[in-house]
């Protein structure tokens, strides 16, 4: 009895769990629009980025370290970074400074669908037309806060843009980093990826750190930065592989809907945004293009099932 009674439990903890990792991420957008205030979007990234690193670095030399990683490895960690940090992370950030956090939040819902285009692209996926038809759905709600705002390249249209760059570039690595985790531990990835990251955009944000030493913002501003690197980044990260243990990764995933809503409260929270018609529109082309996309194989599984059932019958008769 006691067994039956602890399981419900660890789950709701997991489930709970899951809920917070969504709220952290939630908190990532708006909080770095106020950070923006005080400090240059580059440094916001040398600070993400490089303090991850170090912690991600120090836990995994204390709890997950396996010896030296051979150098062809350490050249796909290369990769991996700058598509899943380097160039996600400075085409996010600057993105952001650029456009609504909303528009950020409802855009970069498009990752599970940009994550279907490399995934058939690199043949890890077989192209289907239902698969067609979420991508579709995706882009269109794409088209809905890009084009409707005008295509010129101004004010928050470099910033949608950048933003949807964000999306791919981190789609791209979450299909190659599927491969590298067949043979690595997530820890071990996940602490690479960011260390070779961070190598990565430090010749383009060191430059910041000087002048932040030289012009030294008040103290009073330094919590922003702090709750992207501690809340925005570390805890979600961390929870993040601890959930992976318990749940499978595409539960993990069916929560990942939350993000974009708790991002939304808060945006409206913290920045006095307001939800336009055309953000609820493309949020729900994005989220209906997001859901096919995810339930496809369920959906085509039980259409065979029903077309092989009506054959049969028709057979007896």
């Not at 940009?114 to 067609?132: M, P, Q």
């Amino acid at each position: 009895m006691k067994n039956a009674n602890e399981q419900p439990a660890g789950r709701a903890k997991t489930y709970l769990m899951l809920v917070s990792i969504q709220f952290f991420w939630g908190f990532l957008t708006p909080v770095a629009k106020i950070a923006f205030r005080h400090f240059d979007p580059m440094f916001i990234i040398f600070l993400r980025v490089g303090i991850s690193s170090f912690f991600f670095y120090i836990i995994y030399r204390l709890m997950f370290y396996e010896g030296r990683t051979a150098g062809k490895d350490l050249l796909k960690f290369a990769a991996l970074g700058f598509f899943g940090v380097a160039a996600s992370q400075v085409s996010f950030i600057n993105g952001v400074a650029r456009t609504t956090s909303i528009n950020s939040l409802i855009i970069l819902a498009t990752i599970p669908i940009n994550t279907l285009i490399f995934s058939i692209l690199l043949k890890k996926e077989r192209f289907s037309f239902l698969k067609f038809f979420a991508v579709l759905l995706g882009f269109s709600g794409v088209f809905f806060i890009v084009g409707l705002e005008g295509l010129s390249l101004t004010g928050n249209t470099v910033g949608n843009l950048l933003i949807l760059l964000s999306s791919a570039s981190y789609s791209l690595y979450l299909v190659l980093s599927k491969i590298a985790l067949k043979k690595h531990e997530p820890f071990k990835l996940l602490t690479f990826v960011f260390l070779f990251g961070f190598l990565e955009v430090l010749p383009f944000s060191i430059f910041k750190v000087f002048e932040i030493t030289k012009s030294p913002v008040a103290f009073r501003f330094w919590w922003a930065p702090m709750v992207v690197v501690i809340v925005g980044t570390l805890l979600p990260n961390m929870l993040t592989i601890i959930a992976l243990k318990n749940v499978k990764a595409s539960v993990v995933g069916v929560f990942s809907y939350l993000e974009p809503l708790f991002g939304v409260i808060l945006s409206i929270i913290l920045l006095g945004e307001r939800l336009k018609p055309n953000n609820i529109i493309a949020a729900a082309f994005i989220l209906a293009g997001v859901t096919i996309a995810s339930v496809e194989e369920r959906i085509v599984k039980k259409l065979k099932s029903i077309i092989a059932t009506r054959k049969a019958v028709y057979e007896q008769l």
